[in-house]
């Protein structure tokens, strides 16, 4: 893959592992103890920073322009800290903020939403756009939560979570093609 103006640290004997396949668009700071599966797209400006624990992002997702990821250190009252595990065909939206939490397979994060240490969204679970989910809550699968802080609106239906996934298959060929533009 070919980088173009992508920072890719190393940083307290860590180095970021990148499949080969993933797209990492110009921008991008990606920091430390970072592991990047098939398949994802990081899209322009995104920080992922693993400078105190680590980040783990799973096949066929995506974290759209200007989101920042970051983890957890190790504290007297948790010794492993918060890291950040993203699962397979995850979408988070343009300037998220993903922190010391799980998002689950095909979890959902909305536009401009934070979430916080110690926080879970389950599978096919949605976090609406500009929610704030706080330390430590956790969104069951299959529902909506919104507001700040996020409370639970309502289940997500088959044709919603059918949905979120052609939304990862867009991704996917979408990263594709700016790859493949970028390195022409």
Known sequence: MTYHDVSIISINGK????DPSAFIAPGCRIIGDV???PDVSI???CVL???VSRIVVGARSNIQDGSVVHCDGPMPHRPEGFPTIIGEDVLIGHL???HGCVLDDRAFVGLKATV???CRIGSDAMLAAGALLTENKEIPGRE????SPARRVREIDDAQAAGMQVGVAHYVLNGRMHKAALES
């Not at 180095?15 to 990148?18: C, D, L, R």
């Not at 909506?144 to 507001?147: I, K, P």
């Open 43 to 45: 899209w322009y400006n």
């Open 49 to 51: 920073r693993a400078d």
């Open 15 to 18: 180095t970021p592992q990148i």
């Open 144 to 147: 909506l939560w919104a507001g």
């Open 96 to 98: 998220a903020m993903v």
């Open 35 to 37: 592991v990047i599966g």
């Open 116 to 118: 916080m240490n110690g």
